[in-house]
């Protein structure tokens, strides 16, 4: 049975929402999703839809009545850049977009339903494309960099959904009783994956939009006796210098980690804590073009392996390449593949089951996996994947000189050798990405260095400047 | 005081002083993001020379807020 179906017992509670105060039923739960469905548009053929969405439960309903009529869905963040949204519009050609009713679409969409604040916007009469037809197997779309210019999708199927969330369920022993908070977004995977993991399970989800650093959401978290918190390196940040174990939450049981690399001394710090606390923590790894979840490191088994990654996840298998060292990763939940525009939406599985990480790793003695490296120049802030070259080349169309960008899990450096164009390069990662203006230095140096044959040589610049 | 205050704040949330009025709320400006947040109160305990609460830290909700939450501390504002 797959999680969409919300096949629990009726008077189970599926969520309980920050914002309105509402618990809803997973009886009550599946008749909203039907209701939506007899709202949304209907063709004979699969459609897409886009889906603006924050932590709250109408673009929840939204996304499953997508997933139970199957539209193929692509959940965007609510507060996506307007150009960005009217650029993915033209590149996908969504059917219906469910959105905030204070986004306005170009002119061939039309509103077909209006609620309290969302808006059901179709494509006009006669604008439906036949020939861009949509793989049956393709059912969420998902941007692998969070909120960054690209427009290239993950095309994840159902099989692919499903099987994580069994895999999720089973290795962190979800149960009905659990009460997961939400401090991530549902357009992001490892959000999803907590959402998705739980009504496997018919567990209760307790959406919310605060983050850790709000008095609302440890109000929520008290009030509605939440049992687990999901966080990214940042939250846990966060959470150490909040002093978690002085507040009192006797209703909490699980803390998991992904999103990123947590720096060992965080995960020594939680691992006691946890110890103490009788908690469960879980250090894990991921990737979006795998759904989720790819591996995970086992509580009991945390002591002395501060930075693995830990074993695969059921159901999946990971080795190294033994020429080049790389992390791949085989199972169910590896996508079909990347799309770029609308067309690459009618093809279907081209990884076949196996994901070329772009890691770097190695295994220990007792079969256990860490990273040692990246493959491609990608690093992640606050959980978002930054690709570095993909950030130089972005910065070369509005400036005008040569701009060499290196960075680490804190901070992303943009090198310049012209100091006129500092602020702007600057003002345009910031934008570009929405990243916190602390994350980015820019550095000016009389010349990059570069390598013998001409390349820019970013070991040293790394060297110089991190 | 209240202008050292405004000063650590414009610095730590990367803003002009004069955008760090009383009415300056948490997620009210892109800067000033949980993110931000984790950077605000790290300067400010170095600032002042304090360790701020868990309680204080989540309830610092504005550029008001904060300094009556300063003023418990001992910093006169």
């Not at chain 1, 996304?63 to 150009?83: P, S």
């Not at chain 1, 306005?104 to 037809?133: A, N």
């Not at chain 2, 009415?23 to 000033?32: D, G, M, V, Y």
Request: glycine share 6%; net charge negative; aromatic share 8%.
């Amino acid at each position: 049975m797959s999680f969409w179906m919300l096949k629990h017992p009726q008077h189970l509670t599926a969520i309980m929402d920050e914002e309105s105060g509402k618990e809803i039923t997973y009886g009550e739960l599946a008749s909203l999703v039907q209701a939506i469905i007899g709202k949304l548009p209907t063709a004979s053929s699969k459609m897409l839809g886009f889906i603006l969405c924050n932590n709250e439960v109408e673009p929840l309903i939204a996304y499953l009545a997508a997933l139970q009529k199957k539209d193929a869905v692509c959940l965007l963040n609510n507060a996506i850049h307007h150009n960005l949204l009217i650029r993915l519009v033209h590149l996908y050609q969504p059917e219906w977009i469910y959105a905030p009713d204070v986004v306005v679409l170009p002119e061939s969409y039309q509103v077909i339903h209006q609620s309290d604040r969302y808006f059901i916007w179709v494509k006009k009469t006669g604008m439906f494309q036949e020939h861009h037809r949509i793989h049956p197997d393709v059912a969420v779309l998902l941007s692998t960099s969070g909120t960054t210019g690209s427009p290239k999708l993950v095309k994840l199927s159902y099989k692919n959904i499903q099987a994580n969330a069994e895999s999720i369920a089973q290795y962190l022993e979800l149960q009905q009783e659990d009460r997961p908070i939400t401090t991530l977004p549902m357009h992001y995977s490892y959000g999803l994956s907590v959402i998705h993991s739980h009504f496997q399970v018919g567990a209760t989800v307790l959406l919310t939009n605060q983050s850790v650093t709000s008095k609302r959401f440890w109000d929520f978290f008290r009030e509605r006796k939440a049992t687990s918190l999901a966080g990214v390196p940042f939250i846990y940040q966060m959470l150490e210098r909040l002093k978690l174990h002085t507040m009192n939450l006797p209703s909490l049981r699980t803390l998991t980690q992904a999103g990123g690399r947590l720096e060992p001394r965080l995960v020594k710090h939680f691992h006691q804590m946890a110890m103490q606390k009788q908690w469960r923590f879980f250090v894990m790894y991921g990737q979006t073009e795998a759904t989720a979840r790819i591996s995970y490191v086992p509580p009991d088994r945390l002591s002395g392996k501060e930075d693995s990654i830990g074993v695969a996840i059921p159901q999946g298998k990971l080795s190294i390449d033994e020429g080049t060292q790389e992390l791949i990763y085989e199972g169910p939940n590896v996508m079909l593949g990347y799309a770029n525009s609308r067309e690459d939406l009618g093809k279907g599985d081209e990884y076949h089951g196996i994901l070329r990480t772009g890691d770097l790793g190695k295994m220990d003695e007792d079969g256990f996996f860490y990273i040692t490296g990246r493959l491609k120049r990608f690093i992640k802030l606050f959980g978002l994947r930054v690709n570095l070259d993909e950030v130089e080349r972005a910065l070369e169309k509005v400036i005008p000189v040569t701009v060499a960008c290196v960075g680490d899990d804190r901070m992303l450096a943009i090198i310049l050798e012209n100091e006129e164009y500092a602020d702007k390069a600057k003002t345009e990662v910031i934008h570009l990405y929405k990243l916190h203006s602390s994350a980015v230095q820019v550095k000016v140096v009389p010349e990059i260095f570069r390598t013998a044959n001409g390349k820019i040589d970013y070991t040293k610049i790394t060297e110089m400047v991190m | 005081m209240e202008e050292k205050l405004r000063e650590v704040f414009a610095r730590a949330l990367d803003i002009p002083e004069e955008m760090v009025k009383d009415e300056l709320e948490f997620n009210s400006i892109p800067q000033w993001d949980s993110i931000g947040h984790l950077g605000l109160i790290a300067a400010l305990d170095e600032a002042f020379g304090i360790m701020i609460e868990t309680e204080d830290v989540i309830d610092m909700s504005s550029f008001k807020k904060a300094k009556e939450i300063l003023a418990k501390y001992g910093v006169q504002v």
